[in-house]
């Protein structure tokens, strides 16, 4: 059914991939609820609805699309959520907010079923696209380093060195360390193992505890948020949430379609500059999206801890059908994963490593033309500063148009880069992000 043979991969391999790529990701479903929470949603209610959405989407990606690549709800949009949407406005409640989420994920929906999509992963330039996979690379291993405290906040620098002697930062050191070893002496399932290891390592040295037990039964305390999608349009028309529905369909759209790029590239999936079974991978979010704003949970996305699980073999959807049982086990386990998951030294390592191996897409980049490779370094550059893949994507976006009409070169750019260097300014310049 997965084709393993075909991709070069086997069971046993794909088992692994699918762990290693659970266990880190399934943060979201202790921080999702943590954020959401600050806009008054329950945390019962987030968590629940976060695992159901995550499901969805990545039982889609495995069983339609055949693909390594999960999905769940995307940081960034939380905290756009939480602290920009709800309570603006004239004072919008979460469940108003979820209408505009909803919406945005319907109009999500049509548009993956149109070739809307694929024509714009095709319309992307190579060296935008090598940018992307590299940024991605450069984001996931500063987002590790953050977690572990590998490095901190600086008042004046941004950022700095962070304590070496703290015990969780050592812990984090030696996890990369055992991981690396493994992987140099090309051991199978080094993530894994790397990941079992400093977790033995954390219990028994006390950073590791089980004080809230291990099994909690999963509820919906609301129930269905929005019941009504008639209601919902309705509450986006009374309240004016346009601007909203923009800007979380426009993040959506690039933040997903870049992941999903930067995954596939690193799987050795593209086929040249075209993506096969694209649409039912497209669909796989939008259909995530829509669920999940109807039982309490903002937009979801292709996730980037993805690459973890390419990194440790994963090609095909078995990759994704074993991440989905998991996230199934995980709904009732929430005290269990919120301990594991809770400390960062056990899955840290592994974003580092894989952002040392996405970086090598640079290589690929025509650096001796500068109107390719400045904006795909604007890429590199902006989406570890920003926290943001669609940021980076977007300066890109707007970048690389500017310079091609500058060398008189705007025959070579395809058409909708145009168009959307034009509504990626708009967003920049006057709406918030």
């Known amino acids: 059914m997965f084709k393993l043979k075909e991709n070069q991969t086997n069971v046993k391999t794909e088992l692994i991939a699918g762990f290693t790529t659970f266990m880190t990701m399934v943060y979201i479903i202790v921080v999702n609820p943590i954020i959401l929470k600050d806009a008054g949603v329950p945390f ?44 603006s406005h004239g004072g919008i409640t979460y469940q108003t907010a979820f209408s505009a989420v909803f919406v945005a994920g319907i109009i999500f929906f049509i548009l993956s079923l ?88 954390a219990f028994f040295t006390g950073h590791l505890s089980f004080d809230q037990g291990f099994v909690q039964w999963p509820s919906l305390p609301e129930g269905l948020i929005i019941s009504n999608p008639i209601t919902a349009f309705t509450d986006v028309i009374e309240h004016s949430l346009y601007a909203v529905i923009f800007s979380f369909l426009l993040v959506t759209i690039f933040d997903t379609t870049g992941t999903m790029i930067g995954v596939a590239e690193q799987a050795g999936l593209m086929k040249g500059n075209h993506m096969p079974r694209a649409r039912q991978a497209l669909l796989a979010d939008s259909v995530a999206a829509s669920a999940g704003a109807m039982l309490g949970t903002t937009p979801t996305s292709a996730y980037i801890e993805s690459t973890s699980g390419v990194a440790a073999g994963g090609r095909t959807g078995l ?85 091609k009409i500058a060398t008189g070169k705007w025959r070579e750019v395809h058409p909708i880069v145009y168009v959307f260097g034009v509504l990626f300014f708009c967003q920049l310049a006057f709406l918030p992000h």
């Open 114 to 201: 149109t070739s809307f999509r694929k024509v714009l992963i095709e319309a992307i330039p190579a060296n935008l696209k090598h940018g992307i996979t590299a940024g991605i690379g450069l984001f996931i291993a500063f987002i590790g380093l953050r977690q572990t405290n590998i490095i901190v906040a600086h008042p004046d620098n941004l950022v700095q060195l962070g304590d070496l002697h703290s015990p969780q930062t050592l812990l984090a050191l030696l996890g990369l360390a055992i991981t690396l070893i493994l992987m140099a002496m090309r051991v199978h399932g080094a993530f894994f193992l790397g990941m079992i290891i400093t977790g033995i390592i």
């Open 319 to 403: 990759t994704t059908l074993t991440v989905s049982a998991l996230f199934i086990i995980a709904a009732f386990f929430g005290p269990l994963v919120s301990a594991v998951s809770g400390l960062s030294a056990i899955t840290a390592p592994a974003l580092i490593i894989v952002g040392s191996l996405m970086i090598g897409a640079v290589a690929d980049i025509e650096w001796g033309k500068m109107d390719e490779a400045f904006p795909a370094f604007l890429i590199i550059l902006s989406m570890p500063l920003t926290s943001s893949i669609a940021t980076g994507i977007a300066l890109g976006f707007v970048s690389y148009p500017l310079l």
């Open 44 to 87: 019962d209610q987030v968590f629940t609805a976060t695992i159901i959405a995550t499901v969805i989407g990545t039982l889609w990606m495995a069983l339609a699309a055949n693909y390594p690549i999960a999905i769940a709800p995307g940081m960034g949009m939380n905290a756009y959520f939480a602290y920009s949407v709800v309570g």
